[in-house]
């Protein structure tokens, strides 16, 4: 059976998640305690015990995702058996690509840990010079949505399409003016809602150049090896392996759409018959359900899940 191993970005997150792996497996605390270290920050703490708000925040919740998530597929390495070498490719969606990218070997677990957390800062920081957001469009195609976006930023907002993850549902994102005006804008020509996203900011937009800048300086200071398996890169929708072109992608995709939706349509074309979801939540199962409703996806969102797991 061909597998891909799949991680979750920003939006996963909740209070308290990690503790039961932390609870249940030696090599968790392990983990969580280097990871402490690593960050000179309490990391696990925070994720552990931090309110909702906490939790929520940028430079909090991607090094948490992204710690919980390699937690949890060291895990199965060590408890089950499942390697890499055992997956036809690995993936994650906008921050998750980060851990596919750890879990190809290609960065290290200390420096997916400073990456993540530095990214999250610098996407803090953009967020906070200028009032912008995401908004979630249904209900309209996109060649709409790109329309009435365009004719938005002739009259001078920052506005685009960021997020393309699942059939019907469109994320945009920029300056919130625009956003407000585009939103409206989509309302009137047919779209069944548009929701704001509890995010900091416009992600994956232009008014995220300046944490592009910031990322692009550390990933050009930290080691990248080649991939031993192909990882999706959210610019692309194909594969990368090569120190260069991951750092070109990993930079790309702060100011530049998601292609989630294009990335698993590809896979699924390919013949990949399963997909393994370590992290917490299952967004990228509810996804899938709408992409490509006949693939499997097996999450691990906790301890209890790791433990009733077979090896593959």
């Not at 409206?184 to 150049?209: D, W």
Request: charge should be negative; glycine fraction near 10%; charged fraction near 25%.
């Amino acid at each position: 059976m061909k597998q891909v191993a799949i991680f979750p970005g920003q939006g996963a997150q909740k209070p308290g998640m990690g503790l039961d792996l932390c609870d249940s497996f030696p090599q968790a605390k392990e983990l969580f305690d280097r990871a402490d270290e690593v960050l000179d920050f309490p990391i696990s703490s925070t994720i552990f015990e931090g309110s909702e708000e906490t939790v929520n925040r940028t430079d909090v919740c991607q090094p948490g995702i992204f710690l919980v998530s390699a937690v949890t597929m060291e895990i199965l390495r060590a408890e089950r058996g499942i390697e890499a070498s055992r997956f036809a490719a690995s993936a994650g969606l906008s921050l998750g690509e980060y851990t596919a990218l750890w879990f190809a070997g290609a960065v290290s677990f200390e420096d997916g840990l400073r990456l993540t957390r530095l990214r999250g800062e610098l996407m803090q920081a953009a967020s906070d010079a200028e009032p912008s957001g995401m908004t979630s469009i249904m209900g309209v195609d996109l060649e709409k949505v790109e329309e009435i976006c365009a004719g938005v930023r002739d009259e001078g907002g920052i506005v685009c399409v960021a997020n393309l993850n699942s059939p019907g549902q469109i994320v945009i994102s920029g300056a919130q003016a625009a956003v407000d005006t585009a939103s409206g804008r989509l309302k009137e020509a047919g779209a069944r809602r548009a929701f704001p996203l509890a995010v900091a900011g416009a992600f994956h937009s232009p008014l995220m150049a300046p944490a592009s800048e910031g990322l692009a300086a550390k990933l050009a200071d930290t080691e990248i090896r080649a991939a031993s398996i192909p990882v999706i890169a959210n610019v692309k929708a194909g594969p990368v392996s090569q120190p260069d072109e991951i750092r070109e992608a990993l930079v790309a995709q702060l100011v530049n759409p998601v292609l989630w939706e294009k990335s698993m349509r590809g896979l699924v074309e390919s013949g990949i018959e399963q997909f393994v979801e370590p992290g917490p939540g299952r967004v990228l199962a509810g996804l899938m359900k709408k992409i490509a409703r006949d693939r499997t996806v097996v999450g691990y969102p906790d301890a209890a899940s790791v433990k009733e797991s077979e090896a593959c």
